[in-house]
């Protein structure tokens, strides 16, 4: 199992914490957020990772070196040369082409969880997501409908009322179904640069099997913006 992390974003709404470093650096009780990746991966096995870099790039790629000194891990830097006007699927686009149809996961550089999801998608043996059906969703929250095992629709703009819970960007694409993960997801890129990887799981929900799995209460926060980064250190501050 490979770990892709998405760590080109600028972090524009976290400034002027990111004025000077990409907010995958921001640090929680000592660690940087990749770090806190990083063992949580390595708690469930998981030694070798794709990083997708872009914003301070450099920075990125010294970290992810001191991490694989700090744990005896594989690091495989990518770089999204347009990072600025392109968005998650491109990233996770450039990233496959380093995976050779392997199973891997996928988490957004900005994502801070409690381990035990990690454990809980691993034991899924399809594609599958992380879907909190907890958390109170506001029209922020990147909603998700799910019928049966298909995907109706995602996005911030689904009605909450129909919503079943909020993709925390954390999923798995199993080996099968990664030569067509990547088919829908250069489709959709071509189309529209700056779309986000994950609507190319409606599609594939469509055509083969995606198992959904429930977060139940686990902690996680993606860090958007000041609020989230301090609400991350509240919650995983020990």
């Known amino acids: 199992m490979i770990a892709v992390i998405l760590a080109a974003g600028m972090g524009e709404r976290l400034m002027p914490l990111t004025k000077d470093m990409p907010k995958t650096l921001l640090q929680i009780d000592h660690e940087t957020i990749i ?6 991966c390595l708690n469930n096995g998981i030694r ?7 914003h301070f790039k450099e920075k ?34 450039l990233a496959i082409e ?6 891997f996961i996928i988490i957004n550089g900005d994502n801070v969880f ?21 958390k109170k969703l506001n029209q922020e ?40 993960f990547a088919k829908i997801l250069s489709n959709l890129t071509r189309e529209n640069p700056q779309q986000y990887y994950d609507i190319a799981f409606v599609e594939l929900s469509q055509k083969s099997e995606v198992d959904f799995v429930f977060t139940n209460g686990l902690k996680w926060t993606e860090i958007d913006d000041i609020d989230d980064f301090n609400h991350a250190k509240s919650i995983f501050i020990e």
């Open 35 to 40: 770090e806190k990746m990083v063992i949580n």
């Open 48 to 54: 070798e990772y794709v990083v997708v870099v872009g």
């Open 60 to 93: 990125v790629a010294d970290e992810c070196a001191r991490l694989a000194a700090k744990y005896d891990v594989r690091f495989t830097i990518v770089e999204n040369a347009n990072y600025f006007k392109t968005n998650t699927g491109v990233s996770t686009l």
């Open 98 to 103: 380093q995976l050779k149809n392997k199973d």
């Open 114 to 134: 409690d381990q035990k999801i990690l454990t809980k998608l691993l034991e899924s043996d399809s594609t599958a997501m992380i879907i909190d059906n907890y």
């Open 141 to 180: 929250s990147f909603k998700i409908t799910i019928d049966g095992s298909t995907i109706k629709d995602m996005g911030k703009q689904i009605d909450i009322s129909t919503s079943s819970g909020e993709f925390i960007g954390i999923s798995k694409v199993a080996r099968d179904d990664v030569e067509l």
